[in-house]
């Protein structure tokens, strides 16, 4: 059952004072666009990524990526995931530190983008995490006076069954990775969910399989959710 806990239990990741560069033009343009639509179909991370920036009041906040430690230039720009990437989104950086890529920051969808992920949604081919989770047209006010409720102490299995699951879901997958590579933490908007709702998602009850600490902020009279934030995820032990 969710619980209520202060704004100050909520986990934080340390400020490691990373520079910002965007990717060169003439890096760019030796990549082959391909169509919007397949590529958020080859790429499901990709509709949840547009989901999220549906959920955003203010659209000039990038969406961060993060990469496998370690990524250098090449190894980024010849990632599948990164060249279809550039189909859907205008603006990508790269967040550099020490020479290492550590993430992506990926701003402006495409207007192609937007009418493929839009003919997805008409034709109900919208991966059923996105479908569900990210409510359109839906705005909260006065997050001034947040409250924060979570699932903690979960109870994660590390067993053969929780490996093939995550490796099967992907968006359980993403999230998963995302938090990993994150030192621990990920955060992304989760609009207009209220307590009882939360409490009966499917999806939701997925996520506590997989991390210790699954918390929702929100704000209202009658509360409803503004983020979701994943903690501690789950360490899978090699047999």
Not at 70 to 86: D, G, H, K, R, W
Not at 144 to 151: G, L, P, S, W
Request: aromatic content about 12%; hydrophobic content about 45%; charged content about 20%.
């Amino acid at each position: 059952m969710l619980q209520k806990i202060l704004l100050t239990e909520i986990p934080k990741v340390e400020n490691s004072q990373q520079k910002s560069h965007t990717i060169k033009s003439n890096y760019l343009f030796d990549f082959v666009k391909i169509d919007a639509l397949d590529a958020l179909i080859a790429f499901e991370e990709l509709q949840i990524l547009l989901g999220m920036m549906e959920q955003q009041e203010q659209i000039e906040i990038p969406i961060i990526i993060f990469l496998p430690n370690q990524s250098n230039l090449i190894e980024t720009l010849t990632s599948p995931f990164v060249q279809a990437s550039y189909s859907i989104f205008e603006d990508i950086r790269l967040n550099i530190k020490d020479d290492i890529i550590v993430n992506l920051y990926l701003r402006k969808p495409s207007i192609a983008s937007k009418k493929a992920f839009e003919l997805l949604v008409q034709q109900n081919k919208l991966n059923p995490f996105t479908k569900t989770m990210f409510k359109k047209n839906v705005h909260v006010y006065n997050t001034d006076d947040c409250e924060a409720y979570a699932y903690i102490a979960n109870v994660c299995k590390n067993d053969d069954s929780s490996v093939n699951k995550l490796l099967s879901l992907k968006y359980l997958n993403f999230f998963y990775l995302q938090c990993v590579r994150n030192g621990g933490m990920y955060g992304m908007p989760l609009v207009g969910w209220g307590l009882k709702d939360l409490e009966q998602c499917a999806f939701i009850a997925h996520l506590k399989e997989y991390f210790h600490k699954v918390i929702f902020v929100g704000a209202g009279k009658e509360w409803v959710s503004t983020h979701l934030i994943l903690s501690e995820p789950i360490h899978f032990s090699i047999a």
